[in-house]
């Protein structure tokens, strides 16, 4: 493969400066002169009509009368210049261009039309576009500076992304004074054309990048988002700031879901599935990256604090209460190892308060009896300068003590010049250093979810595999028929239905429209019974009063109807019929009220709420919310983050809720939701949990026609892709499945990499390669379905399995044609393996859309080019290449 697409936006060999002036107050004069300062290597051309000369460049009238090539041009001149600029540099061959200048989409309808001109332009031209009304791009290491900010950038490993542009100036002014350094900056502007999928795609393989800094305000495309954001996130840190909430369409009348989740709470559990963490500050933002930087791995967030100061450890120990850091408990042998090594008087407990004439000696000591805690996950550092304290030679012991162990040690030496050289010691090495406690523990939170997150991203669920097969169809059916009447609210009813069609316990129900029906229906089912009012007009039943339980006879059922509809009708006169259900009196001594439920968020689409329910449920607002498809553990991670889970556990006389039946629903929830797309909400409420089971007492459907031709497209995160799996019968009898990748799969990647020869590796990898690097193994394994595809052969037989073949594509930047890659191992060639893997590959493109498929061919692997031949591929040269052929099929064919 070649350089990344989006390579000339931050490594090109020549740059036109559209607008470019001598006004040092104008945009254009800073972005010249900034380029300048930079010290940028390549061509640079100013484009002005009126000078000749600026800054020591010759300045050009167009593009078009530039003599060079153009890898990139910058325009800075009015919106209604822009689209005039695009034909030119179409005209020229510019494929990448950022425009700087405001006044398009964020300008009411005009803007707008300007916006849709220049797209249209850069379609038929090909140009990308960064912008417009974006700050620009730098590149430090290139010595590139698009932008027009003040002041110089310092080379660094962080990438910064940024929508706003005056937010990515405070960062880079932030940065500066504290001496921080950028690979990239981006500043995205209007995002008309790339979007931060595209340069998070780009920033993940960037070398020169080890942390991603983000800014974010609002969304546009999900998918893309958080496949830019699971791929970046997969192979370094992506740290977040998010501004804003989006609360339109989560807060529908009918929902107790909606009026509790906003788009906030689904923008918190869409980032946790994509491994990325979020801070709410620009310094946090950098907190996060300084820890995360070290690789430090945390399983659980416990925090042991050794400080020579009470105050200090107990605002610490305050702080970690706020932000969800465990204090660890130290277990009796560390206890009986402190007692020896530190004075009579130390605080004998978490925080390890070593008194304020510790010298570095029993510094060490307490770090080192920490680390070997097996209850301690880390360990901050406080140093307050007193008069027995030497707070270098502390330093540089805590410095040594740290290279002996895995687990992260923080750092906070608090004060001025008297700690200056010992805090300086800290920046070359491992240990973290923070100038507060506070802010250090917030730094180790940040790790703890961090790693939290990396789990939930790895978690690669399908639909429904291992759960008993539900009635989709069916319910389909239901909900079709429900919105062909013209209504978009279920019944309790129909919605109960629905559940029971993908096997989630409910209630009988029995609708009834008088008296008479009520009394046969309640006698029939036997008593105790539930009547409720079940009309979409009334949502909240208990609000008007239309709910009567543990009705005990017949005589008491015709009361209380005759009770309620007079009721209604003196409230709500306009109502002309009024419907009622019964319903069996779910008796259970130790039940626990749920609430379960589901909204369309209009950014990331369906997102699942679970927490205490009952007619409270909006007071107590006790939520977890996660994004479908969901597995078992994601479902218990669901319930372990809310108050509902002490709940359900054992208490006092209750015993413990049924937990794996509660998993079970909430997995039939996920695949509900997944695979009616016609499903705007639901709420089940209560959901009661007791330790027999759960079971669905009252539930509300809202439903809408769905149009959407591909499945799963209304979610933000693909399922795993269970229906790919095939099964084959290889010609020598060997029994082989083809299937999606999966993350667990990096050790047969490895091992099937480590099996060919050198031969076969550099066909499919075009280099000498001997092994697979652990980031490879990642980017190999850990992939988004929707946007790429790799599908290994995997014998049936061998135990452990074992790799015999390795075919992948990746969707190209035009959306319409994907690059593919194949091997299989020297010891099964001829086999049909690869065939198999190919027509696989094929099939699943061409049902995806793609039109064509195409790879790049090393033009001595005749095996191969006579391989793709049969299979009815074309073969082009390349110009200026003689060692690679293309190779491309159309499958509309």
């Known amino acids: 493969m070649g350089p990344h697409y989006l390579s000339r936006f931050f490594s090109p060999r020549s740059v036109a400066i559209v607008g470019a002036s001598e006004r040092p107050d104008s945009v254009g004069h800073r972005l010249l002169l900034n380029m300048q300062e930079a010290g940028f290597k390549g061509g640079i051309f100013p484009v002005n009509l009126k000078h000749e000369i600026l800054l020591g460049y010759k300045v050009y009238r167009d593009i078009n009368s530039i003599p060079?090539?153009?890898?990139?041009?910058?325009?800075?001149?009015?919106?209604?210049?822009?689209?005039?600029?695009?034909?030119?540099?179409?005209?020229?061959?510019?494929?990448?261009?950022?425009?700087?200048?405001?006044?398009?989409?964020?300008?009411?309808?005009?803007?707008?039309?300007?916006?849709?001109?220049?797209?249209?332009?850069?379609?038929?031209?090909?140009?990308?576009?960064?912008?417009?009304?974006?700050?620009?791009?730098?590149?430090?290491?290139?010595?590139?500076?698009?932008?027009?900010?003040?002041?110089?950038?310092?080379?660094?490993?962080?990438?910064?992304?940024?929508?706003?542009?005056?937010?990515?100036?405070?960062?880079?002014?932030?940065?500066?004074?504290?001496?921080?350094?950028?690979?990239?900056?981006?500043?995205?502007?209007?995002?008309?054309?790339?979007?931060?999928?595209?340069?998070?795609?780009?920033?993940?393989?960037?070398?020169?990048?080890?942390?991603?800094?983000?800014?974010?305000?609002?969304?546009?495309?999900?998918?893309?988002?958080?496949?830019?954001?699971?791929?970046?996130?997969?192979?370094?840190?992506?740290?977040?700031?998010?501004?804003?909430?989006?609360?339109?369409?989560?807060?529908?009348?009918?929902?107790?879901?909606?009026?509790?989740?906003?788009?906030?709470?689904?923008?918190?559990?869409?980032?946790?599935?994509?491994?990325?963490?979020?801070?709410?500050?620009?310094?946090?933002?950098?907190?996060?990256?300084?820890?995360?930087?070290?690789?430090?791995?945390?399983?659980?967030?416990?925090?042991?604090?050794?400080?020579?100061?009470?105050?200090?450890?107990?605002?610490?120990?305050?702080?970690?209460?706020?932000?969800?850091?465990?204090?660890?408990?130290?277990?009796?042998?560390?206890?009986?190892?402190?007692?020896?090594?530190?004075?009579?008087?130390?605080?004998?407990?978490?925080?390890?308060?070593?008194?304020?004439?510790a010298t570095a000696e029993r510094y060490r000591k307490a770090l080192e009896v920490c680390l070997q805690d097996p209850n301690v996950d880390g360990v901050l550092v406080i140093l307050t300068p007193q008069a027995m304290t030497h707070p270098t030679q502390i330093a540089q012991c805590v410095i040594e003590a740290a290279k002996t162990c895995s687990k992260p040690v923080l750092a906070s030496w608090t004060g001025g010049a008297k700690v200056k050289e010992g805090r300086a010691l800290f920046e070359n090495s491992r240990v973290a250093h923070f100038d507060t406690p506070e802010v250090a523990v917030d730094a180790f939170s940040f790790l703890a979810t961090y790693h939290h997150n990396q789990i939930l991203l790895k978690q690669i669920p399908s639909v429904s595999e291992e759960l008993r097969a539900p009635d989709v169809e069916g319910a389909r059916l239901i909900i079709e028929r429900v919105l062909s009447e013209g209504r978009q609210v279920l019944t309790t009813q129909e919605s109960k239905a629905i559940l029971a069609a993908f096997h989630i316990p409910v209630t009988q129900t029995i609708k009834v429209s008088n008296a008479k029906d009520a009394m046969i229906a309640a006698e029939s089912m036997g008593f105790p019974v539930v009547l409720k009012v079940n009309m979409a007009e009334f949502s909240h039943k208990t609000d008007i009063g239309g709910v009567r339980l543990n009705i005990r006879s017949v005589q008491e059922v015709s009361h209380l109807y005759a009770e309620m509809e007079a009721a209604i009708r003196k409230k709500h006169p306009e109502v002309s019929d009024i419907v009622m259900t019964v319903e069996p009196m779910y008796g259970s001594q130790s039940g626990r009220e749920l609430m379960l439920g589901v909204i369309r968020d209009p950014v990331f689409g369906p997102a699942i709420s679970f927490g205490l329910g009952g007619t409270l449920v909006e007071i107590l607002r006790d939520k977890a919310v996660a994004l479908p498809p969901l597995n078992a553990y994601m479902a218990e991670q669901i319930i372990a983050k809310t108050k509902a889970a002490k709940y359900l556990a054992a208490f006092r006389q209750l015993p413990p809720a049924h937990g794996k039946a509660l998993v079970e629903v909430l997995l039939n929830i996920s695949v509900m939701v997944s695979e009616l797309p016609e499903i705007l909400e639901l709420d089940i409420n209560p959901l009661i949990a007791d330790e027999n089971g759960v079971m669905a007492v009252d539930a509300r459907i809202k439903a809408q026609l769905s149009h959407q031709l591909m499945p799963y497209a209304h979610m933000a995160i693909h399922p795993y892709p269970h229906e790919w799996v095939e099964h084959y019968q290889l010609a020598n009898g060997m029994g082989i499945t083809i299937r999606p990748i999966r993350p667990e799969d990096g050790d047969l990647e490895k091992d099937f990499v480590h099996r060919l020869s050198g031969r076969s590796k550099y066909f499919r990898f075009m280099q000498a390669l001997q092994e697979l690097t652990p980031e490879m193994i990642v980017r190999f394994t850990q992939i988004d379905y929707d946007r790429e595809m790799a599908f290994i052969a995997v014998s049936e037989q061998d135990t452990p399995p074992k790799e015999y073949g390795v075919g992948r594509y990746i969707v190209n930047p035009d959306g319409q044609s994907v690059e593919f890659a194949l091997v299989v191992s020297d010891d099964s060639q001829c086999m049909g393996i690869g065939t198999r893997l190919m027509k696989t590959l094929m099939r699943t493109a061409k049902f995806k859309g793609i039109a064509f498929i195409e790879g790049e061919v090393l033009a001595v692997n005749k095996p191969m080019l006579s391989f793709v031949s049969k299979l009815g591929f074309s073969i082009e040269k390349i110009p200026g290449d003689n060692e690679v052929v293309r190779v491309i099929k159309d499958l509309r064919q």
């Open 68 to 357: 060079e090539d153009l890898d990139l041009a910058v325009i800075a001149v009015p919106a209604a210049a822009v689209p005039a600029v695009m034909r030119q540099c179409g005209e020229k061959g510019v494929s990448s261009v950022i425009i700087i200048s405001a006044g398009f989409g964020e300008l009411g309808a005009e803007g707008k039309r300007l916006q849709d001109e220049i797209l249209d332009i850069a379609h038929r031209y090909g140009i990308r576009i960064i912008g417009p009304n974006c700050l620009g791009v730098i590149r430090p290491s290139g010595h590139f500076n698009a932008t027009f900010g003040e002041g110089p950038v310092k080379d660094g490993n962080l990438a910064l992304l940024s929508q706003s542009g005056a937010v990515c100036t405070a960062i880079l002014d932030w940065a500066q004074a504290n001496d921080i350094g950028f690979s990239t900056v981006v500043s995205m502007g209007g995002a008309a054309d790339i979007d931060f999928g595209e340069v998070l795609d780009y920033l993940a393989l960037d070398t020169k990048t080890t942390g991603i800094l983000m800014y974010v305000e609002g969304i546009r495309d999900a998918r893309r988002f958080l496949s830019g954001l699971r791929v970046a996130a997969r192979l370094k840190p992506v740290i977040l700031i998010k501004s804003g909430r989006h609360e339109a369409g989560c807060k529908a009348a009918m929902s107790h879901t909606g009026a509790m989740v906003g788009g906030d709470d689904v923008f918190d559990a869409a980032i946790e599935r994509a491994g990325v963490v979020r801070v709410y500050s620009i310094a946090e933002l950098f907190s996060a990256a300084r820890i995360l930087a070290n690789n430090y791995l945390v399983k659980q967030a416990r925090l042991a604090i050794i400080t020579n100061a009470g105050g200090p450890g107990v605002m610490s120990t305050d702080r970690a209460g706020d932000v969800g850091v465990t204090m660890a408990e130290l277990s009796p042998a560390s206890i009986d190892a402190l007692n020896q090594a530190l004075p009579a008087h130390w605080s004998h407990g978490n925080p390890i308060d070593i008194l304020g004439d």
